[in-house]
């Protein structure tokens, strides 16, 4: 599962499509977290895409990545300022790989 206190445990090593990314990267293989208010673990994630389709705000976006050994794309929350914590996203991602901070 997603580490919840990624943002202590990990450090910012970029940013793709507007969001930041949080390290270690070593792609294609490793790819990091993607979004701090609404986080995804791409190492972990599968590309169920449950998360995406049942969003009510849409925060999710696909994209490709190519040769990651868990799933040829992932889920990028482009629009996390715009989530509303309901935790759907949290509740039926089948590998825990999404943390959302509504706190
Ligand atoms: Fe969308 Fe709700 Fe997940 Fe926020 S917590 S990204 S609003 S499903
Ligand atoms: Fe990935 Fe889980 Fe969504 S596997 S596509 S974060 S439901």
Redesign the pocket.
Same mark, same amino acid.
């Given at each position: 599962a997603i580490d919840p206190n990624f943002e202590q445990s990990r450090e910012q090593v970029g940013e793709e499509n507007g969001v930041t990314v949080w390290g270690p990267v070593d792609p294609p293989e490793q790819l990091g977290i993607h979004g701090t208010h +609404?986080a995804v673990d791409y190492d972990i994630c599968i590309a169920d895409g449950v998360?995406l389709e049942? %969003? $009510?705000?849409? +925060?999710?976006t696909w994209v490709d990545t190519p040769d990651h050994p868990e799933s040829d794309r992932k889920v990028e $929350?482009t629009r996390?300022d715009? %989530? !509303?914590?309901?935790?759907? %996203? +949290?509740d039926v991602c089948p590998v825990d790989a !999404?943390d +959302?901070d509504?706190s």
């Open positions: +609404v998360c049942n %969003c $009510p705000v849409d +925060v999710f $929350p996390e715009q %989530c !509303i914590d309901c935790m759907l %996203c +949290v !999404i +959302v509504a």
